[in-house]
């Protein structure tokens, strides 16, 4: 898996990837792949602990050290997030910067579940769709994205 562009509509570009470094990333390659499609701000859904153990490093010091700005909000693994309120204000944040044209990546492990709910969910908002066309949308380009049932349930039950 690499890097997948999914057209949301804004001035900024919006993509998705597998973590970077991890063994979905097995030539790490991916945070090079960032830079070169001039991505500035990377939104992440997996924890610090979760990507020393399975990136091996600390990704938001990594980012940084790449120039780029994190976004940071876990969720677990296969799950969904108890602070919805935290969940709008990282949608949003996510949203504005790609209003503003900043080049965005999503990830959080494999880049499906939590990612794919994510970038549901910005579909949503930005294409102006309800939940189960956001879903199809987003799997059109990530076939597989939103791995659970309650992933769906939050996507066809935001009201963002």
Do not use: W
């Not at 919006?14 to 990377?42: C, E, I, T």
């Not at 969904?80 to 999503?106: F, S």
């Amino acid at each position: 898996m690499t890097l997948t562009h999914i057209p949301l509509g804004a001035p900024g570009q919006v993509y998705r990837s597998p973590m970077p470094f991890s063994r979905f990333d097995a030539n790490g390659r991916l945070l090079k792949a960032y830079q070169d499609a001039g991505v500035q701000v990377v939104v992440m859904l997996s924890s610090d602990a979760e990507g020393l153990e399975r990136a091996g490093k600390d990704l938001r010091k990594a980012y940084a050290a790449a120039g780029m700005q994190v976004i940071y909000f876990p969720i677990e693994d296969f799950g969904v997030p108890g602070d919805l309120k935290g969940l709008n204000e990282a949608l949003n944040a996510a949203i504005a910067q790609a209003l503003t044209g900043k080049h965005l990546a999503v990830h959080c492990l494999a880049g499906l579940g939590r990612t794919g709910m994510f970038l549901a969910l910005m579909a949503r908002r930005l294409l102006r769709v309800n939940g189960r066309r956001a879903i199809e949308y987003v799997r059109e380009y990530l076939p597989g994205a939103v791995q659970t049932e309650e992933q769906t349930q939050l996507v066809i039950e935001d009201r963002g």
